[in-house]
């Protein structure tokens, strides 16, 4: 079946730091990838995807590139702000599949001043 | 504005006490679907709907029950309520249940059941 994996958090940057938070998946198919970011006290809302091999995702200065041969969808920020902390989901979508998303178990950031 | 509601938002009860969780969107979704969140297991899905009357089980459905009589709206149910459903739940919905959909989630609902 779907799986994701995340890197443990929970993970404290310095403002302007540069991030990564590790995704790697099992899946059938040729699936889609997402991250959603979950504020506090908010529910996830979608921050980016991409739906095909080498596709790369982008929005508000995070990226994230579908590798098939690694099978990961790493995100990254170059230079991290303290509105950034929030807890990040790696999330994946088979077409083959009626139950949508398939979620990892979530990486809390957090970005001191 | 375009939103997933949940309510309530907090809520404590006792074992055995049956209660329901409302859910509307107003977005005209086709897709919808209940997740509980809880620490270092992420999200797991409980139910979804495809369509109205049209209801499936997830990952984890014992001790839930939902309906989908209209579009709008997917209430999530708990006919007998055990401490092992202390958790956070999302509502969540979509144009359509293909995997290249954003999901859009309501705000949660935080539940203590004692």
């Known amino acids: 079946g779907n799986s994701v994996t995340q890197m443990e958090g929970p993970v404290t940057l310095s403002e302007e730091a540069f991030l990564t938070i590790n995704c790697t998946y099992t899946?059938?198919?040729?699936?889609?990838l997402f991250w959603y970011v979950q504020y506090p006290g908010e529910g996830l809302q979608l921050l980016l995807k991409?739906?095909?091999?080498?596709d790369k995702g982008s929005n508000k200065g995070f990226e994230a590139t579908y590798r098939k041969e690694t099978t990961s969808f790493h995100l990254e920020k170059g230079s991290v702000q303290v509105s950034d902390s929030a807890v990040y989901f790696c999330?994946?979508?088979?077409?083959?599949?009626?139950?949508?998303?398939?979620f990892g178990s979530g990486t809390q950031l957090t970005v001191l001043p | 504005e375009a939103q997933v509601t949940q309510n309530p938002r907090y809520l404590i009860t006792v074992t055995g006490k049956k209660l329901t969780v409302t859910c509307s969107q107003n977005?005209?979704?086709?897709?919808m679907s209940w997740y509980r969140q809880d620490p270092g297991l992420g999200l797991r899905q409980i139910y979804y709907?495809?369509?109205?009357?049209?209801?499936d089980k997830g990952d984890v459905p014992e001790g839930y029950k939902v309906s989908r009589k209209e579009k709008r709206n997917f209430p999530l149910i708990l006919e007998s309520p055990s401490p092992n459903q202390t958790s956070l739940y999302f509502c969540?919905?979509?144009?359509?249940?293909?995997?290249?959909?954003?999901?859009?989630f309501g705000e949660g609902s935080r539940l203590t059941v004692l």
């Open positions: 969540a919905s979509s144009l359509k249940s293909g995997n290249t959909g954003e999901l859009f």
């Open positions: 899946a059938t198919g040729y699936p889609s």
């Open positions: 991409a739906t095909k091999a080498d």
């Open positions: 999330a994946l979508g088979n077409s083959g599949s009626a139950r949508q998303l398939t």
């Open positions: 977005m005209n979704h086709e897709y």
């Open positions: 709907s495809m369509n109205v009357e049209v209801t």
